[in-house]
């Protein structure tokens, strides 16, 4: 097994609401690696993926 290198970018923002503040993150990954184990094909296998995160951050001290 080998590692697989890659790389995320993304975007988020955040609104204040009420004690803490709700947000949104959506990020795109990328793999540089070929996944693909079998030598015989050529194929271009890679990871990647999108996220979408929603959430609320609220502070642990005041």
Do not use: C, E
Not at 39 to 53: A, H, K, P, S, V
Request: proline share 5%; no cysteine.
């Amino acid at each position: 097994r080998r590692p697989d290198f890659g790389i995320a970018v993304g975007v988020g923002a955040a609104i204040p609401s009420g004690d803490g503040d709700l947000f949104l993150d959506i990020r795109y990954l990328h793999s540089f690696n070929k996944i693909n184990v079998n030598y015989f094909d050529d194929g271009d296998l890679r990871n990647r993926g999108q996220n979408i995160t929603v959430g609320y951050l609220w502070p642990l001290s005041r």
